[in-house]
């Protein structure tokens, strides 16, 4: 355990140093951009190890291997995102443990969250995501909400009881004009994020970027990046 601890020290130190350069290239403060750690498909105990090392933020993608993790961890001061494509029948799961939201792009889903939260006496932050792949009133090849529909979508969120409207989401597209172009794409975000807070001027959260492009994200601006791999190493194969 004192190696694992010993590595992933030495990872969240590199990482760390990542963000504050992107950081003092774009003129913007160290503070400014939250670290959030991708922790799915790793134990329970690299979590613990994390919170030991000063991680407060953690994402999980999947319901099944979240929901004892977040369990297991209960005692530890950590805010839990759930950043996968979410079905609704696996909400009362997730409204259970996760503070924040991040993948919300459909009206179904909206509405499954708001009366979970309500049930679980909880509020949950919500991020819309946004599928830059997307065509006219589509969804995106990973799930999202095209630009199209951010307005609409906002609206009940910000309406609904029990839900918390926090701002935007992305994950670069692989298709469309936007692939291979992660800095475009999240200027493209940053754009649509000051859209939105004109209706809803606290929903200023901005989450874009992960470890092969956290740099760009930051130079567009993003309050928020997810890292995964570039903290933990390459994820083990799920079988």
Not at 53 to 61: K, P, T
Request: proline share 3%; net charge neutral; glycine share 10%.
């Amino acid at each position: 355990m004192t190696d694992r601890k010993t590595e992933l020290a030495a990872n969240l130190a590199k990482v760390e140093e990542r963000i504050a350069a992107a950081c003092a290239a774009a003129g913007r403060k160290r503070e400014e951009v939250t670290l959030i750690v991708v922790t799915k498909t790793y134990p329970a105990s690299d979590v613990r190890i994390l919170s030991g090392l000063g991680v407060r933020h953690v994402a999980e993608n999947r319901d099944q291997d979240a929901a004892p993790k977040a369990a297991e961890c209960s005692d530890l001061p950590l805010i839990w995102h759930f950043v996968g494509q979410l079905q609704t029948n696996k909400v009362r799961s997730v409204v259970g443990y996760a503070d924040l939201v991040q993948s919300v792009d459909r009206a179904r889903l909206v509405d499954a969250l708001s009366r979970e939260a309500m049930r679980a006496g909880r509020e949950v932050g919500c991020l819309l995501q946004v599928a830059l792949d997307a065509g006219a009133g589509g969804r995106g090849e990973r799930g999202g909400v095209a630009p199209s529909g951010i307005e609409e979508l906002a609206a009940l969120v910000a309406g609904s009881p029990g839900l918390r409207l926090d701002g935007l989401m992305t994950v670069a597209p692989l298709t469309g004009e936007y692939a291979g172009r992660q800095r475009a794409a999240f200027e493209r975000l940053m754009d649509l994020s000051t859209d939105l807070r004109r209706a809803h001027p606290a929903a200023n959260m901005v989450s874009a970027g992960m470890s092969a492009d956290l740099e760009e994200a930051v130079a567009a601006g993003a309050t928020h990046v997810r890292v995964g791999t570039a903290v933990l190493g390459v994820r083990p194969r799920l079988g």
